[in-house]
């Protein structure tokens, strides 16, 4: 399955003038929605995938979003922890938050969140 961006983010995004193709959307109340011919004026904004979101900022603004396990359970034999870093042209900012994350999809949705409120 896919993992999208939340509604925070979608309207960052939109914020910032993201325009891509999308098979999802949400509506001004925050519930998304699959996008039709019947219910273009429904869209609030789009409902990108988390990696369409971070190929967007790579090809539109020079940013590269990285995201390294920085934790290992050795009970469960799996990445406990997640953190990301940035490269924004020549600018290289490791962990910018300080913080771990418990999900590799919840790291990239705080790096694409940092991104656009700092970066953009």
């Not at 993201?18 to 869209?43: H, L, M, T, W």
């Not at 967007?56 to 990285?66: A, G, K």
Request: with cysteine.
């Amino acid at each position: 399955t896919e993992d999208y961006v939340s509604y925070e983010v979608a309207k960052l995004l939109k914020e910032k003038g993201f325009e891509g193709v999308c098979d999802y959307a949400y509506s001004n109340k925050g519930n998304y929605f699959e996008i039709d011919r019947s219910n273009f004026d429904e869209i609030y904004c789009l409902r990108p995938t988390l990696q369409m979101a971070m190929k967007w900022l790579r090809e539109v603004h020079n940013i590269f979003i990285v995201i390294e396990p920085h934790a290992y359970d050795y009970i469960n034999e799996k990445n406990s922890s997640y953190v990301f870093s940035l490269w924004h042209g020549d600018n290289y900012c490791e962990n910018p938050l300080l913080k771990d994350f418990p999900s590799y999809e919840q790291a990239c949705e705080e790096a694409l969140k940092f991104s656009l409120e700092n970066l953009i």
